[in-house]
């Protein structure tokens, strides 16, 4: 098709399309850098997020203990003290004395001011309730003078047995915090009144949040009561309290309250009825990814303007040479010329050509190779259907030969007839699977070796050396026996004298069979190698089946594979290869 064919359909040019494919490309790589900017950078800012909520959580619920564990320490104090402890003794407290109420509440105010507690500023008042309720009540310098009515709501819910400090509140006095622990006796254990500090919510939480953003809040709740840092969050702070959950370790999470999403982070302090949470408005993280966003896009909009002036100018330079190279290319397509001319152009375009002019004659090998396969293939298949037949008659005959020698009590011919029939067998095993037993193969051996050494008397003799436990493991069909072969006919049998035929296999420290074959015989000639063996059909002593054998070897198992041959001419010649094994037992070909 020329190019006015083209020109007259409705295909879009080449032009247009990289332009438009530019600009596509452009577009979306920078529509997913825009959303991984955003996603990125909206995951690093929760992240930093999280970590400064948790750990102003963490700083806040550390000085939170603190002060729980300051004022829960003050107690033995005053347990500690007579003047205090000895009327709680008392069945009869409230008979007490003016005087000697006044004397309690003055040591209990002495006591007070004593400990680090006072310098906190947070502190309303202090009560002591013994067991017939008479109240013991001091105040602190910063608060009015201590009424007796929060006690009287307190003591109404109060469980008496309950040993562990108490955090509450109560529904008519949002102002005050009740840290509240039950008194025992220290020689009967049994109850002996209560101990109540009241705490100013605003000084003690404004103590906590000092360093806390102002947008944040905190909230502190329980199954009775729930405190919070901001007065105006007081909806959103007992939707967290009905969405939180109470674990003991420290939580990250995503809730919306009241319509807005919140950052929360939460955790249950040890050993108190109570959990903590720092929340933070989501809208904040936001406003701090838009600004930052806000400046990428302004970046990224002058990028795509780039982009598409850009797209137009290389679509313009590639247009022209493009053109001329699809002409090229048709007038080949119509064997009007074999090759591409030289695109001096552009280098590019150039290497293009000089590679398209490659892979056209790698074509036409790789045409002739699969035509020469096929046809050797073909030749293969034709020569394996003439001789199915022969290696069974063979059998048979040997068999028939061999129950005639047992029959006459030549037990020697009977023997060699076996061993011949063994052999064979073998041989036509080989051809119809690739590995092995080695104690197959050895046998296989064996009966050679004993055909030979029929042959030769005395001439030659055999020592064959394999570790029991390799005898299980797979190898290539025939791999053994050619060497043998070789040793005998190349290495022996011109020998004078008699010669001696080492068969050994070692396993290696790299989990390998090292196969050797040895012998004492006439030895290589100097350099030689069996890559360099040619085929022959007038001369059969061509070492032909060593050829074979590693070529076999080293398809089978690439290089480490390759026969290598050690030989001292007259002295002693060795050929060895060596192959993967398995430690769990045998290898198929298909795991090698």
């Known amino acids: 098709m020329t190019m006015d064919k083209y020109k007259k359909t409705k295909i879009p040019s080449l032009r247009t399309f990289i332009t438009a494919a530019i600009s596509i490309i452009v577009t979306v790589v920078l529509l997913c850098s825009i959303w991984f900017c955003y996603s990125r950078t909206s995951a690093i800012l929760t992240e930093n997020y999280e970590n400064s909520i948790t750990q102003n959580l963490e700083l806040i619920n550390h000085q939170f203990i603190e002060q729980i564990d300051l004022i829960d320490s003050i107690i033995p104090l005053y347990l500690a003290d007579t003047i205090i402890s000895e009327p709680l003794e008392s069945v009869e407290t409230g008979k007490q004395s003016a005087e000697n109420r006044l004397q309690i509440e003055k040591q209990m105010s002495y006591l007070y001011y004593s400990t680090s507690l006072a310098s906190k500023n947070f502190t309303n008042s202090i009560y002591i309730i013994s067991q017939d309720e008479t109240i013991f009540k001091i105040g602190t310098?910063?608060?009015?003078?201590?009424?007796?009515?929060?006690?009287?709501?307190?003591?109404?819910?109060?469980?008496?047995?309950?040993?562990?400090?108490?955090?509450?509140?109560?529904?008519?006095?949002?102002?005050?915090?009740?840290?509240?622990?039950?008194?025992?006796?220290?020689?009967?254990?049994?109850?002996?009144?209560?101990?109540?500090?009241?705490?100013?919510?605003?000084?003690?939480?404004?103590?906590?949040?000092?360093?806390?953003?102002?947008s944040w809040f905190l909230c502190l709740y329980n199954s009775s009561m729930a405190v919070f840092s901001d007065p105006d969050m007081e909806k959103e702070c007992m939707a967290l309290k009905e969405h939180g959950q109470r674990i003991g370790e420290l939580s990250f999470q995503t809730a919306r309250l009241n319509d807005r999403e919140y950052f929360v982070a939460s955790q249950e302090l040890s050993g108190l009825d109570l959990t903590s949470s720092v929340a933070a408005p989501k809208s904040l993280m936001f406003a701090d990814l838009n600004s930052i966003l806000k400046s990428y896009l302004l970046l990224l909009t002058g990028i795509v303007l780039i982009g598409l002036f850009t797209a137009i100018a290389i679509s313009r330079a590639i247009t022209k040479p493009i053109?001329?190279?699809?002409?090229?290319?048709?007038?080949?397509?119509?064997?009007?010329?074999s090759a591409l001319p030289p695109m001096k152009i552009y280098r590019e375009f150039d290497v293009w050509a000089d590679s398209f002019n490659k892979m056209l004659k790698q074509l036409d090998i790789y045409y002739n190779d699969i035509f020469q396969k096929q046809l050797l293939l073909k030749n293969s298949e034709i020569h394996a259907l003439q001789t199915q037949m022969n290696p069974h008659f063979l059998l048979n005959t040997l068999n028939t030969i061999a129950w005639k020698a047992q029959i006459s009590d030549n037990e020697e011919i009977y023997q060699m007839v076996i061993s011949l029939g063994e052999f064979l067998k073998a041989n036509t095993l080989s051809k119809e699977q690739d590995c092995i037993a080695l104690e197959k193969e050895l046998r296989y051996v064996k009966f050679y070796i004993y055909l030979q050494q029929q042959r030769f008397e005395d001439k030659i003799s055999c020592d064959i050396r394999v570790p029991e436990t390799l005898m299980h493991f797979l190898i290539p069909c025939f791999s053994i026996q050619p060497l043998v072969e070789n040793a005998i006919v190349h290495g022996l049998e011109p020998k004078t004298g008699k010669g001696k035929l080492i068969v050994q296999i070692l396993?290696?420290?790299?989990?390998?069979?090292?196969?050797?074959?040895?012998?004492?015989?006439?030895?290589?000639?100097?350099?030689?190698?069996?890559?360099?063996?040619?085929?022959?059909?007038?001369?059969?002593?061509?070492?032909?089946?060593?050829?074979?054998?590693?070529?076999?070897?080293?398809?089978?198992?690439?290089?480490?594979?390759?026969?290598?041959?050690?030989?001292?001419?007259?002295?002693?010649?060795?050929?060895?290869?060596?192959?993967?094994?398995?430690?769990?037992?045998?290898?198929?070909?298909?795991?090698?």
């Open 141 to 214: 310098s910063s608060s009015p003078e201590p009424a007796e009515f929060q006690c009287r709501e307190l003591l109404k819910t109060l469980d008496k047995k309950e040993p562990k400090l108490i955090c509450q509140t109560l529904p008519r006095d949002d102002g005050n915090i009740y840290f509240i622990r039950n008194l025992f006796s220290s020689n009967t254990g049994n109850y002996i009144g209560t101990f109540i500090i009241n705490i100013d919510k605003d000084r003690f939480l404004s103590y906590h949040t000092k360093d806390l953003d102002p």
């Open 323 to 337: 053109d001329k190279m699809i002409y090229n290319i048709n007038q080949i397509s119509e064997k009007k010329q």
């Open 507 to 592: 396993e290696t420290d790299d989990y390998c069979m090292e196969i050797s074959i040895i012998d004492n015989g006439v030895g290589f000639p100097k350099d030689f190698q069996v890559r360099d063996i040619a085929s022959s059909d007038t001369d059969s002593h061509t070492h032909i089946g060593l050829k074979n054998l590693d070529r076999r070897l080293f398809l089978l198992y690439g290089d480490m594979a390759h026969l290598s041959i050690d030989s001292t001419p007259g002295v002693c010649t060795s050929i060895s290869f060596k192959i993967p094994i398995s430690r769990g037992g045998g290898v198929s070909l298909h795991d090698l």
